[in-house]
């Protein structure tokens, strides 16, 4: 909440164009790619541009050169030569017919042999770079060959400097530039705003659903309303507003909970003070001689007890969370025993049968790793010391092995097995396992500590002849040769 405030314009900045914001990086690229695609047309437009610039002079000097058919004698003054090359633009100009080369015009000879460009359709014809190579050259002659329009005549050529073609060219290069610079420009506008419109803007809609939402999960305006799209943003908008529901849901069902567990963790305080004097009474009674108070003081006393490790588990599951585990190289055979031990298994009639090697190990954390063998063992024997019209003797078998780089430990019993109708829920909290004595939060604590180490805790087998649990921890250490003990 106390953050919302200082969000806000940040949220109002983004909501503009921003050098870091997606719109931003959009525009630019768009921008850019309309660009390249743009450059990518000069060079076929230059070379057209300069093809029909050289067939415009190749007329230009055709024409020139029926003057010589058509003059008195075939003879042309110098006057009108220099006249027609001019207005021609050219310094050379020659014809071949039947193989024969004839030069009409000529105004001097240049000093070294032009470079050639024909524009005859059997040709080769201008390159795309070819344009480039007369922007970048130093002012060369230019021999142009093409074919007659207006004359019977195999070719007609001539030659003239390229500074006036170089001069069109660039002229021309630039204003190809600009019109591909505004083309890109605008092109990229419409479409920044297209895709603005269709993606950028629903997502920033769905992203500041998120910010506000995060800051006040309570906050009516931070409920993300779907537009009724059907496409890929449609949906993430479906489902946006589907988890605010549902985590708003969870929110308040967290605070309730929170609230709840306050008062029972207060009043189990007290009632775990008023049981305590209860015991403490229950001894006195012990001293009595009456028969009556013999004979109710253990019923007494069992009562007495179970309300007392109620108080106790509730308080240990009402911790907000348990210790983070430091895992440890732990010898088995050790911590199955003293596990047996409080589990009061050796004062009981079960037996106790271990199938674990004295030198078996595995990773865990010692302490957690112990309330998680107490608690499964305490409920077998707890299980099988329940069991009505019980004839066989009561066993408890735990062996280890290593799957997939886990260690894996099973404890079965031959109990009754676990009720049908608790089975899905049986590691859920005051879930209970069917007992009367039973507070329904061992099994729950025991899972919670083993997921806490990256492993599981799982209901294997059950049925009449008994249940198997199986602990998977992570990271088994490498496994020894096992041998057969039994313990009672």
């Known amino acids: 909440m106390a953050d919302a405030p200082t969000e806000a314009p940040e949220r109002n900045r983004r909501r503009l164009f921003w050098p870091g914001g997606l719109s931003a990086r959009l525009l630019v690229l768009t921008v850019v790619f309309a660009a390249l695609g743009g450059a990518m047309a000069i060079p076929p437009a230059l070379a057209a541009y300069e093809r029909q610039w050289l067939l415009d002079r190749v007329r230009a000097a055709e024409l020139a050169s029926l003057a010589a058919d058509v003059a008195p004698d075939r003879v042309v003054s110098e006057q009108l030569k220099s006249q027609l090359l001019a207005g021609a633009g050219v310094e050379i100009v020659a014809v071949s017919n039947d193989g024969v080369r004839r030069l009409v015009f000529a105004n001097a000879r240049p000093s070294r042999p032009p470079y050639v460009v024909d524009l005859r359709p059997r040709a080769a014809g201008l390159g795309l770079f070819a344009p480039f190579q007369t922007l970048l050259g130093s002012g060369e002659r230019v021999r142009v060959v093409a074919e007659p329009r207006f004359r019977p005549a195999d070719f007609i050529e001539f030659v003239a400097t390229d500074t006036e073609l170089k001069r069109a060219l660039a002229s021309y290069f630039w204003r190809l530039v600009a019109l591909v610079a505004g083309v890109a420009a605008l092109a990229g506008v419409i479409v920044y705003f297209a895709l603005n419109l269709f993606l950028v803007r ?12 995060r800051a006040d999960p309570e906050d009516p305006a931070a409920r993300i309303q779907p537009s009724g799209r059907r496409d890929e943003i449609g949906r993430a908008e479906t489902e946006l507003g589907r988890m605010q529901a549902d985590l708003r849901a969870a929110l308040n069902s967290r605070a ?17 003070n008023m049981l305590t004097s209860a015991q403490l009474a229950s001894e006195r009674l012990a001293a009595s001689k009456d028969p009556k108070v013999s004979q109710a003081l253990p019923r007494l006393e069992r009562a007495l007890d179970r309300a007392v490790k109620l108080a106790a588990d509730v308080l240990v599951y009402g911790k907000t969370q348990e210790a983070a585990p430091e895992p440890q190289t732990v010898k088995l055979a050790e ?18 049968v271990s199938r674990v090697a004295a030198a078996d190990q595995v990773t865990a954390d010692p302490d957690q790793l112990h309330r998680i063998l107490v608690n499964l063992l305490r409920n077998a024997r707890q299980a099988i010391e329940h069991q009505a019209s019980r004839t066989a003797p009561g066993r408890i078998e735990v062996s280890l092995e290593t799957v997939g780089g886990s260690s894996l430990i099973r404890v079965s019993d031959n109990g009754p097995g676990v009720p049908e109708r608790i089975r899905e829920r049986l590691f859920q909290p005051f879930a209970g396992s069917g007992r009367p004595d039973s507070t329904g939060l061992g099994l729950a604590i025991a899972r919670e500590l083993a997921q806490g180490h990256g492993g599981d805790l799982s ?30």
């Open 459 to 488: 209901l294997s087998v059950t049925g009449d002849q008994g249940t198997v649990f199986e602990l998977r921890l992570p990271g088994a250490p490498k496994p020894k040769l096992r041998r057969t003990r039994t313990a009672a």
């Open 202 to 213: 629903p997502m920033q809609r769905i992203t500041f659903a998120m910010e506000r939402f």
């Open 335 to 352: 911590a199955l025993q003293e596990a047996a031990a409080e589990a009061r298994l050796p004062d009981s009639g079960v037996k106790l």
């Open 256 to 272: 309730r909970l929170a609230a709840l567990g306050e008062a029972v963790a207060k009043i189990n305080h007290d009632l775990k």
